[in-house]
C-alpha cells in the first residue's frame, strides 16, 4: 500500500500519473442538513405538541420556541456540514475510484472491478453505489461533490473510455 494513502487495496495508486480529489459540497450538506433535520423537527414538535397539548396548545409559544431553537439548530447545521465537508474525500484516478462504504470506511474500487453501477438517493442525496467483482463490497461514490464541474470532468477524463459510469457524467 502506498504510504500516506488511507485507502485499503490501493497499490496501483503510486503509478497513477493523473488524479482529482474532491470533498462533499458544504452547500448541499448544509441545505440538506436545514431543510430535512430542522424543517422535519419543526413538523415533529408541531404534531407532538398539538397531541400532548390538545386544546390548551397555544402556538404562540410554539413559535417563539421555535425561533429560538432556529438559531441553534442553524449553528449545529453549519457545524455539521463543515466536518463532513472537510473529513469525507472521494478521488478520482485513472485506476479507479476512492470512495467510501455505507459505514464510512474508505476504500478504493479500481474500474476493472466494478461489477455494477447502481444509483441511489437518500433523502434527496445522489449516490453511486459501485458493487466489487472481486470482493462484492460496494463503494458509495457521491455525488454531491465540490466542484461539481471539476467532479464531472475529472471522471470523464480519467474513467475508460468504455466503461459503463461514464453514462452517468456525460
Not at 62 to 69: E, G, K, M, V
Not at 99 to 126: E, N, Q, Y
Not at 139 to 165: C, D, N, T, V, Y
Request: proline share 2%.
Amino acid at each position: 500500500m502506498r504510504k500516506g494513502c488511507r485507502y485499503k487495496n490501493v497499490d496501483s495508486l503510486s503509478s497513477m500519473d493523473k488524479r482529482g480529489s474532491f470533498r462533499l459540497s458544504f452547500r448541499v450538506l448544509f441545505f440538506w442538513l436545514v431543510v430535512v433535520c430542522v424543517l422535519m423537527g419543526w413538523l415533529c414538535a408541531l404534531v407532538l405538541l398539538v397531541f400532548l397539548e390538545g386544546k390548551r396548545f397555544a402556538f404562540a409559544k410554539y413559535l417563539h420556541a421555535i425561533f429560538r431553537a432556529s438559531v441553534w439548530h442553524l449553528a449545529l447545521a453549519a457545524m455539521m456540514a463543515t466536518a463532513f465537508s472537510l473529513c469525507i474525500r472521494q478521488a478520482v484516478t485513472s485506476g479507479g475510484v476512492a470512495a467510501h462504504t455505507f459505514w464510512g470506511v474508505r476504500r478504493f474500487t479500481s474500474w476493472s472491478d466494478v461489477m455494477a453501477i447502481r444509483p441511489c438517493s437518500i433523502l434527496g442525496l445522489k449516490f453511486l453505489r459501485l458493487d466489487s467483482r472481486s470482493d462484492g463490497k460496494t463503494a458509495w461514490l457521491s455525488l454531491f461533490l465540490s466542484p461539481k464541474s471539476e467532479f464531472r470532468g475529472a471522471m470523464l477524463r480519467l474513467a475508460p473510455p468504455e466503461h459503463a459510469i461514464r453514462a452517468y457524467f456525460a
